[in-house]
Every structure is written in structure tokens, then in C-alpha cells.
């Protein structure tokens, strides 16, 4: 796998480390462990979603900005 690390880029997860995020989020949403550096996630306001449709929200990591969209619903 290649990855660039340049600023301003946006650091995205595997597809297999984003599963295990949106299912770490789906059971409990709090401390969600970052699989890149083992850091604290936090789950930002909906980005999408609403009404019959589950919210969307972005659970973004403050210490490597790796950032993946979660949904709150199963
Ligand atoms: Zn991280």
C-alpha cells in the first residue's frame, strides 16, 4: 500500500480499518480507538442522514486527522 502524507491531504482508513470503526461506533459510541495510532476518535455532529435515513457523522482522530464516516444506525 502507498500513501501519501503530504499536508492538506486527507488521511483515510483502509476499507477494513473504517469497518471496524463503524462497528466500534454502532455498539458504543464512545471511545473509539484509532487503528492507525491508537488514539482517542470522536464522533462529530451528523454530516447526513436524518429523518428515516440513520445520521451521518464523521469520527475523526485529533492526534494523526485520519478521519472515516460512521453510521450511528445498525
Ligand atoms: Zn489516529
Known amino acids: 500500500m502507498s500513501e501519501k ?3 492538506g491531504t486527507p488521511i483515510t482508513f483502509s476499507k477494513e480499518e473504517a469497518s471496524r470503526i463503524r462497528e466500534a461506533f454502532a455498539k458504543h459510541s464512545e471511545h473509539l480507538i484509532c487503528p492507525r495510532c491508537g488514539g ?6 451528523p454530516v447526513a442522514g436524518g429523518g428515516s435515513i440513520a445520521p451521518v457523522h464523521e469520527i475523526r482522530c485529533d492526534a494523526c486527522a485520519a478521519s472515516v464516516l460512521a453510521s450511528a444506525g445498525r
Open 5 to 7: 502524507d503530504e499536508s
Open 40 to 45: 482517542a476518535m470522536k464522533a462529530g455532529g
